[in-house]
């Protein structure tokens, strides 16, 4: 919550900081001004992207353990003496040329599994990118305030197709231990989770789900797949810092129910899984 909270901080500033944030140009020309930056968007939520310097798009970032999988994934493999070529704070010695040709990629060794470096533009240094605190840090030391119409020029990378939640909104009514119907009248099925139908059960979720929204506003989160044969939209969702769908099945009142293509958050829904059952919540309790 505290780091939802300091993004959300960064984009009321930045919006008092007009001779700081950057304007629009031309697609191609703003993709390649900003290749390999990260922008914050200062309109919204404070969200963060990558422009990808290879691809010429941006990645939407999200929460930090998300952007620690979405930076690293687009590392550039190198051997680890060139990498040892960059500083890891500024002044120490460093290969000036080096970092200029890298700048603004993320570069990962080829012999060491999880480690990774983002060489910003604005500074001729490496910043290390092990943890969801590395890349927090990361994009709060090196973000750069864009107004919405630099975002909406650069194309968002095809191959995932990442947005930002969208806008909050307010649970009208818990339809289903998976179903909810929102203020602007649309039916929303938690996605990846399946609560099993037996009445008690299907009752424990209902409860669980009004306890946590009750009051609150949510956002929602989209994986591949958009809608089901019903029409309900298919979709995480957030009421601060937790997800909706996670916390069902962390607790043991929904299983995991994840299919191709939707593999967004399976690993933390698996794990759930396993500790629920692990520590005998829910529907794991004894009888």
């Not at 304007?23 to 390649?32: I, Q, R």
């Not at 060794?109 to 990118?129: E, K, N, T």
């Not at 197709?161 to 649970?171: F, L, Q």
């Not at 989770?193 to 506003?217: E, F, H, K, Y």
Request: aromatic share 8%.
């Amino acid at each position: 919550m505290r780091r939802c909270i300091w993004l959300a901080f960064f984009a009321a500033v930045f919006c008092f900081l007009p001779a700081g944030v950057m304007a629009a140009g031309e697609p191609l020309a703003e993709a390649k001004a900003n290749a390999g930056r990260i922008l914050i968007d200062v309109a919204s939520h404070g969200e963060a992207w990558y422009v990808d310097p290879q691809s010429l798009t941006r990645v939407y970032l999200g929460r930090p353990h998300e952007a620690l999988e979405r930076l690293q994934k687009r590392a550039v493999y190198v051997d680890f003496g060139d990498i040892s070529r960059l500083a890891e704070s500024s002044g120490l010695p460093n290969d000036a040329e080096y970092a200029q040709a890298m700048s603004g990629y993320v570069l990962a060794p080829s012999d060491l599994i999880g480690a990774a470096w983002y060489v910003p533009p604005s500074q001729s240094i490496r910043l290390r990118l092990a943890t969801p605190d590395d890349a927090w840090q990361v994009m709060t030391r090196t973000g750069v305030a864009v107004l919405p119409a630099v975002l909406k020029v650069i194309p968002v990378e095809s191959e995932t197709g990442e947005v930002p939640p969208s806008g909050e909104h307010a649970v009208k009514e818990i339809v289903s231990a998976d179903t909810l119907v929102l203020d602007d009248g649309s039916r929303v099925r938690l996605i990846s989770v399946d609560v099993p139908s037996n009445p008690d059960l299907q009752q424990a979720a209902m409860d669980r789900i009004a306890s946590i929204v009750d009051g609150r506003s949510v956002m929602l989160e989209s994986d591949v797949k958009d809608a089901d044969t019903a029409g309900n939209k298919l979709r995480f969702v957030r009421a601060g810092d937790i997800n909706l769908n996670y916390d069902l099945v962390r607790n043991g009142l929904a299983f995991h129910n994840i299919e191709s293509p939707n593999f967004r958050y399976a690993e933390q829904l698996i794990v759930g899984g396993l500790d629920a059952m692990t520590q005998k919540k829910g529907f794991w309790r004894p009888k």
